[in-house]
Each structure stands twice: as structure tokens, then as C-alpha cells.
């Protein structure tokens, strides 16, 4: 799992981050993508994706053909002026709406998080603003004041499109849950052009019917840039075989996170290429359902969604990739290692339970 920002409330999973409620209990304390936020644009636009990043492409300008001026004989009289070409926007990336799979712990929870990110965070031209924003969360059955949590979710642009990287549990119990909607973002400008960002939502969600219910949001805000980040996080930023999100980035980036964290990451990036969810910022401060502290928020702690370019919830991934993973990232200095694998080990660092079948959590206490 990974941590929030400091207005959330208190929420988390066991151990580090282990959930109270279903799965192996872990013992110890508190319990990675660049790769790849989901788009669903309410009137035209695109839907969200756990995949890959799609190429933004598009046409370029036609050049219309000269006319002539009515009535005039030819060779005789001035010529009409070539109109200039009319610029075409380039189009924002559109990607498929993202969708849980099949082997999903109550999988309706997650697509009913990432539907609601998606409304907030694209829309077609014309389509900025808190009030469109309410209708498009208003049609999806959700309270149209979920809007006003929206934040960097939705900046002022002309239009906006989102890619949601994948949704993973910050925490999910009989009645209540929390995914973390790690997203990629598009946004143009009055002026045309396309900037490129992302944040990871901590969505809220209570049981419900005929279906759950969001009953309220914390998009991530990670710090500024660090003037010169450390040797080993400037490493990782560089390194192809660890893939992270944006806000994941940013964390790094902001010299908000222990050493223990990027050395880690490198060590590990050895073996297996990684793909991160969550670091620091867009999770819970507390492990989900308890009143601890996680790891997270202190920058002690990051979550691996896939290996190999596998995904850690995918029942066709090995289960022995996973065990060898979670049993290195002990290796690498973790005292707490979740995932969906139960291990036994030597000083029982590790623990699975219902919110750590989509991830891998590693931590650490210094």
C-alpha cells in the first residue's frame, strides 16, 4: 500500500500495512510504473487503462486550394489571396476505459472508483468547470459535491484526458474501502498546448445497493523537486527496468524518502523489472482500519503492482515469481513484506491478506 497526503484521514492496512479483517495476519509492524491514470471523458473523450501509455497522435493542417474570383475571365484582374492554413489541434491520448479483471476482490469496488476519478479528470473541450464536473459525477449516480475534492484533478484547461495505470486496495474490509486510482493526465491550455502530469486518488468507499458508494476522495499532491536529488534516486529515475507513476516520481524526486527506499528499488531492479503503484504520497496515513500509522507517509515504504510485466493480481502469474520477489525484498533490507503469497520466514517478516492480492508492500523502519 502506499500513503496519503496530510489531510486525509486515518486509514491503512495490518503490519505495516496488513488489513484487519480477512487474510493471514502478519506480525512486525507497521505493512513499485512509470509505466503506466485511466481516461473516461463524459461526452467524447476517453476512458482509463492499467496498460501502456498511448502515443498521442494526429493529423496535420490541409492546405485549402486557391480560389478564383467569380466573374473574372482568365489571365485578367488580381488574383484572390490563398487563405492560410487553419492549424488542427493535435489530440490528447484517448485511452480504453480500465477495467478490474476476473480475479478481483470485489471488483465493482475498484471500477466504481476509477469511473468517478475518470468523470473528474477528463473532459471535451468545453467541458472544464466544477459545474460540469458535478453533472458528470451526477450521472454516474455518485454526489455531485464529490466535485469540490476534485483539486489537481482538475485544473483550469480547455480539456482534459486521463489514463488510469492501475487501481490497487489501500485498504478494502466488509463494509468499507479504499483504492488508490494512480493516474496519467493531459491537460491543453487556452494557448493549445499539452502539458502532461498525474496524481494517485485515495477514493473512499462505503458498502451500498445496488452498488458501492464513494464517500469521498484525497488526490495526492507530492512535494516540489528536490535542487539536486540524492545519487540513488537521480539512479532509479534512470533506470528503464523500474517503472513509475508520476506522483511516485515526484516523491522520489522531492527528497521526501528515506535512502532505504531507491536502494531498494535498485537492488531489486536486478532481477526482475518493477513496476511501482504507490511511494509516499496518494495513500492513507494509517493502515486501513486501524489507528497505526503506515510506513508510507514517512517515505519509508513502496508498492510493486507488477513483475516482469506481470501483474501481481493476475492468476497467471507464478506464484513462485512472486514468493522469489517478496523473499528479495526482505533481502534488500525490508522488515515487513506484504503480498498475495503467504511465507513463512525467520522473524516473520512477511504477511498477505484480502488488500495485498493486487500488490506488493515493502517497508522498512529506517
Known sequence: MG?????????????????VGGGVPATGRRGVLRAGAA??????????????????????????????????PPGAGTPTATPAPTAVATPLPQPPLWQPGP?????????????????LGAWPPGGQGVEAARARVAALGLPPA?????????????????EVI??????????????????RQWTRGADGSVAEGGTTVDVRLSRAAPRWTVTD?????????AAAPPPAVARVLAEPRIELPPEAAADLSSGTVHASVPEAMLRLAGPYTLSVSVVRTGHPLDVFGT?????????????VWRIDGMAVVDPATPRQLIESFMRDAAAAGS?????????????????????HHDHCHIGFDH
Open 217 to 225: 476522495l484525497h488526490p495526492g499532491v507530492a512535494g516540489p523537486a
Open 291 to 303: 489507528t497505526r500509522p503506515s510506513d508510507h507517509p514517512p517515505g519509508r515504504a513502496f508498492d
Open 335 to 355: 522488515y515487513n513484506v506484504g503480498g498475495p503469497v503467504a511465507i513463512a520466514g525467520a522473524g516473520n517478516r512477511f504477511f498477505t491478506d484480502d488488500t
Open 103 to 119: 480475479s478481483e476482490i470485489q471488483p465493482d469496488v475498484k471500477r466504481r472508483a476509477v469511473e468517478l476519478v475518470a468523470a
Open 3 to 19: 500513503d496519503g497526503t496530510a489531510d486525509r484521514t486515518g486509514d491503512g492496512t495490518t503490519g505495516d500495512d496488513t488489513t
Open 39 to 72: 481516461a473516461l471523458v463524459l461526452g467524447a473523450v476517453a476512458g482509463c487503462t492499467s496498460g501502456s501509455k498511448p502515443p498521442a497522435t494526429g493529423p496535420g493542417p490541409g492546405t485549402p486550394t486557391p480560389g478564383t474570383a467569380t466573374g473574372t
Open 166 to 183: 492501475v487501481a490497487q486496495y489501500g485498504g478494502i474490509l466488509a463494509d468499507s474501502a479504499s483504492v488508490l486510482v494512480v493516474c
Open 146 to 162: 464529490l466535485a469540490d475534492q476534485a483539486g489537481p484533478l482538475a485544473p483550469p484547461a480547455v480539456e482534459a484526458s486521463l
